[in-house]
């Protein structure tokens, strides 16, 4: 399947993606020691709603346009407050005209000590991207394949902080490659944290990918998934739902999941058997 960033942006899988990225930011802030993120696949950064991709597809409207109209309760409005500020700033007129991608979310929630490395091979997301950033001292925009981050740029030197690997599934094999971009990230960073985005599609990759993962050895991993459509027969063919790999959770992460998965099942899911899973898949 093709998951390119600008045909997919604001959709339920960026909902889910983006809600435990800004939790999990939200605990290294914690204390008060720089950290580093690394997104080894940044896309271009911020995505326009009228465009011709998002228009082709529109499947923000039944993620993050659902879940800005939602009714939330105190605790989930106050969990997701810090990634919903960044969104609601590109609204206009009432209307939310475009969606701000990984790189541009996880820079609005950095602390002046704090840095981003954001990497992208596309030259054309490439070159968005890096005029987001332009003269932004505390992010680094470098054209590379993303695949190669985890073995060559790690660890940095703030010591602390996360990778998110985020691929478009263009190509065969990407379940093969996220495997042992964790692996090689585990060798050189055992202390990172990580969060690996995968889809959840029909026929049993990514289960043969969650019992990989069970077997390697890799220690301290949690499975959290969204799914929306069980029967993969929604809106975006073949993908029932959104799945994310988490190393060295926070510790706090299964609890905040306990309160804000069910509410994103009730907003954004598509059927009346979307459901959410929180699993620990490897012990600390």
């Keep these: 399947m093709n998951y390119r ?55 923000w409207m039944t993620g993050i346009g659902r879940l800005l109209d939602a009714t939330l309760s105190a605790e989930v409005e106050s969990l997701l407050a810090p990634w919903l500020e960044v969104v609601r700033a590109y609204r206009q007129d009432g209307q939310l005209a475009a969606y701000p991608g990984s790189p541009l979310i996880i820079r609005r929630l950095l602390r002046k000590q704090d840095r981003l490395s954001a990497f992208e091979l596309h030259e ?38 996360l990778v998110l690997i985020d691929p478009p599934f263009e190509k065969e094999g990407e379940f093969a490659r996220l495997a042992d971009a964790l692996a090689k990230g ?38 959290i998934e969204l799914d929306v459509d069980p029967s993969g027969k929604g809106p975006v063919q073949g993908l029932s739902g959104s799945g994310l790999i988490v190393k060295n959770p926070p510790y706090v992460l299964e609890a905040e999941m306990a309160v804000l998965m069910p509410e994103l099942v009730r907003i954004v899911g598509q059927t009346a058997t979307a459901d959410w899973k929180f699993e620990r898949l490897t012990e600390e």
């Design 5 to 59: 960033h600008a045909y997919r942006a604001g959709n339920f899988a960026d909902v889910h993606k983006h809600a435990v990225v800004t939790r999990i930011i939200e605990y290294l802030k914690r204390k008060d020691a720089a950290f580093r993120v690394i997104d080894t696949h940044a896309g271009a950064g911020l995505y326009n709603l009228g465009g011709v991709e998002s228009a082709k597809t529109g499947e």
């Design 124 to 161: 054309e997301d490439f070159a968005t991207l890096s005029s987001l950033f332009a003269g932004d001292f505390q992010t680094r925009v470098t054209r590379l394949d993303g695949w190669l981050v985890p073995g060559a740029h790690l660890p940095p030197k703030e010591k602390r902080g």
């Design 186 to 223: 585990h060798r050189r960073w055992p202390g990172g944290m990580f969060c690996l985005w995968y889809p959840l599609k029909r026929g049993n990759a990514f289960e043969t990918f969650i019992a990989d993962l069970k077997r390697s050895g890799l220690p301290d991993l949690v499975r």
